[in-house]
């Protein structure tokens, strides 16, 4: 079954410690990204990657770090959390047709993390 | 900067009846547009793509129209069903690398 894992599901920890969500995709998809989902504010893009070892920022990427190492996986870390990272956080793949950047992409269930 | 908004955001239909949920967006370079579906506790769920050079596409009872003259998408969603009941998401991508996602529309079907 095509599927886009993120990994926990639910966090909540304290300001300042390390913390790293995983995200796995299994369709061999080119394009990887991050989103946080805030009431109001709607999906917003931290990190995006075209391929393997290439990643840039999307529109809110203060505070946070990814990385491109396999294909298959994109984790989003916080080195050191603050409590205005508390949101519900998605990762998402697709394929991508040259430069055109994401297709249809396909979304994880979302992390929701809440830093005290 | 540029941004994709929605007009409405709570849409309440009558079960059987059809539904359509607008977006406005400012970006005259966008050249493929999503519209994604999420229903409580899960991630987005794509319905349907359209490219800038065409104003209509369907797909199983939803079909997409783009008005590229007004820069307005729409999702029209026939005979509105229960499960339908959801919030639903438009999104950009201005011919970069980037998705840029509207605030989102409540669809609210009546039985």
């Known amino acids: 079954e095509a599927q886009v894992t993120q990994n926990p599901r639910y966090l909540i920890t304290v300001t300042g410690k390390k913390l790293t969500v995983t995200c796995s995709q299994n369709?061999?998809?080119?394009?990887m990204s991050w989103y946080r989902q805030d009431p109001g504010l709607g999906l917003r893009q931290i990190y995006y990657?075209?391929?393997?070892?290439?990643?840039d920022k999307g529109d809110v990427p203060e505070g946070y770090k990814v990385s491109r190492k396999e294909k298959r996986n994109f984790p989003l870390i916080l080195e050191s959390p603050s409590p205005n990272q508390t949101s519900l956080y998605f990762c998402?793949?697709?394929?991508?047709?040259?430069?055109?950047?994401?297709?249809?992409?396909?979304f994880g269930d979302g992390t929701r993390l809440s830093i005290l | 900067g540029e941004s994709v908004g929605l007009h409405l955001p709570t849409l309440s239909v009558q079960e059987g009846d059809n539904s359509i949920i607008n977006c406005a967006y400012s970006n005259s370079a966008s050249d493929y547009f999503i519209w994604y579906k999420q229903e409580s506790g899960k991630g987005p769920q794509f319905i349907i793509d359209i490219r800038s050079n065409m104003d209509k596409r369907q797909g199983q009872r939803v079909t997409v129209l783009l008005n590229k003259t007004v820069k307005h998408l729409s999702l029209q969603i026939a005979a509105t069903q229960p499960g339908d009941s959801a919030v639903y998401f438009c999104a950009e991508n201005n011919a970069g690398n980037m998705l840029t996602f509207g605030g989102g529309t409540r669809l609210m079907v009546k039985p």
């Open positions: 369709m061999n998809h080119e394009y």
């Open positions: 990657s075209m391929n393997v070892e290439v990643t």
């Open positions: 998402a793949s697709s394929l991508s047709t040259g430069t055109r950047g994401p297709r249809g992409q396909h």
